[in-house]
């Protein structure tokens, strides 16, 4: 698998390219599934309509790998926290993490019941192509916490802050538990039949530099070197969106680094460019015109150029972009001499 | 003044401080003050109201700096847009900036109908201790015209980045005519008694590196330089939040550079410490806790000790805090051994 030989740092015939939430609204194919389901949930919840969407972008763009169609709150939901999706609105805990009884009732058996998720992923592995990849993923610790604490999305992270400042043990405790239960979650993926695996860590730019090596980073490195030592040949990549100030400190044995789009590819090339292979890093709005994107492509084509890289978006892809522009950069990627 | 000589790089007997959003929603004479007034928008267009709440933080926190009462946004609502502060939602332009019409019919004469803040700074300056300085400010030309095409908060910029990728022509248009007008209000605030000006970039983050420079940084450098130029006496502070991953870039002549607190101190020391002086940058959460606060102080005193520094936030005042710990803040600093 080209995907694969590339997050190892091998030569392979082109750079390969997947886009995150390259199975998305964007799609007719995938609205109309997502309205047989009936919401966003119900969509994770099933796995033959999990895996159609699943494997929609690979028959449209001709991605060089799948990811997994779930979300990451279903880790935090299976392990007894009630979620909603409401319409407009951002993902939902109606009663968020408060008590030290909230975190001792939290179900640390949660990996057995994300069964439709495995489902899923065999699903998918049986119709994929073989020479594609599939890659599985979770939330990280810091990010699911952060949800688990606010009950929702937030601007300033009031809550999650004064957990840290005034009771930084409880956060631990916390964290803890979801490292645990992420790093059987994420061997199950494997177990399943994903190719590599990616950690998320959404909010990793809520947090000082000093408080993200201690809160999140650590943690996020602590199940990808329990995976590596089980399974090395499984990849693991790790995406902390907005640390590009704090790129001295990454540290850890995994395999890819994510950079998102506010950080320079030249920097994060400079940085950690020798010792892990880049995923990265193209503004997701370039998608809006087709001179965007080859100008964008180009430079980081350019930079890259004999560094080993993977190509993707530096966020996710926007509802809104034409379907033609994301081929049109897929093509541009495999074929860039 | 102990803020000014600070802001030139001179020895002051102690290290100043002052915190972006200090007249706020955490104080209750600001609460009864805003009551008074009915909204947010009539409080900047009342001299009286808006000079009392500038002047509540000296009194009540001690700090060396005064910050005009005002917002960014009186001035593209005076260059004609219809302005809405609609409660528990953000700013809104119902009629965002679309056509090559709606750029012509912009009021270039606008800094002459910005009078209520000129006023203000008069009373300011009058009951304002003449060892404390007043801070002028303005919004970057980006961060302005991406409010003023977007209409209001986004989080994805979608418009205004389709904008700068089929039409940049008309993006330079549109900050070429905000960098002229906010150099003519700047002025004005300038002959009408403030001491130093700040330009806030809130959207910096909003652009990738090249962008960056190219959209919004020379449009800030060029105002500072004007400025300069014609009041070399008044410091100029540029704080575009969010680029800590772009200050290899950073140049121009100006005073002193705001770092946000997600830029670590000693990353802006190392890159900008030896050009400008540096204000920040604590982050705004840690006001939560004295312990926090004591921390975050200690590892900025001592990491800026010795190079040319103000101290302030990393971003904005939060609504909830306790004034007794923005207090205790304010005081750490300026007893800081």
């Known amino acids: 698998m080209i995907f694969v030989d590339a997050c190892f740092g091998k030569e392979t015939p082109h750079t390969p390219i997947w886009m995150m939430r390259q199975a998305g609204r964007y799609l007719s194919e995938y609205m109309a599934v997502r309205e047989k ?6 969509l994770c ?6 895996a159609e969407v699943t494997l929609q972008p690979i028959d449209i763009l001709g991605v060089d790998a799948a990811i997994l169609f779930s979300d990451i709150l279903v880790v935090p ?9 409401l319409k407009g609105e951002g993902p939902k805990f109606p ?4 008590t030290v009884e909230d975190l001792e009732n939290l179900d640390m058996e949660a990996s057995k019941k994300l069964t439709y998720v495995y489902e899923t992923i065999e699903l998918v592995r049986k119709d994929l192509a073989p020479e594609k990849a599939l890659i599985g993923f979770a939330g990280s610790p810091w990010t ?8 929702g999305g937030t601007k300033t992270y009031s809550k999650v802050k004064k957990v840290i400042y005034s009771n930084p043990k409880y956060m631990e405790t916390l964290l803890e538990k979801l490292t645990v239960v992420l790093i059987e979650y994420l061997e199950k993926q494997i177990l399943a039949g994903v190719n590599a695996v990616q950690i998320f860590d959404s909010w990793a730019a809520a947090l000082e530099k000093d408080a993200f090596f201690k809160f999140s980073w650590k943690y996020m490195v602590q199940i990808a070197e329990t995976l590596k ?4 040949h499984i990849p693991v990549i790790l995406f902390p969106k907005g640390v590009g100030a704090y790129l001295d400190g990454i540290y850890g044995n995994f395999d890819v680094f994510g950079v998102d789009w506010g950080t320079p590819i030249e920097l994060a090339k400079e940085k950690l460019g020798d010792k892990y292979v880049l995923q990265g890093n193209l503004e997701p709005t370039r998608l809006y015109s087709k001179e965007a994107i080859s100008e964008g492509v180009s430079h980081i084509m350019e930079t890259m150029q004999g560094k080993r890289h993977i190509f993707n978006l530096g966020h996710g892809m926007l509802p809104d972009l034409d379907r033609n522009n994301a081929k049109f ?9």
């Open 329 to 337: 950069l897929v093509e541009s990627v495999q074929n860039y001499k």
């Open 95 to 98: 009663k968020p993490l408060e």
């Open 144 to 151: 699911l916490a952060t949800y688990m604490i606010e009950g």
């Open 45 to 50: 919840h099933a796995p033959e309509m999990a």
């Open 77 to 85: 939901n299976e392990m007894g926290m009630e979620l909603q999706f």
């Open 229 to 232: 030592a089980k399974y090395p």
């Open 37 to 42: 389901a009936g919401n966003f949930l119900n």
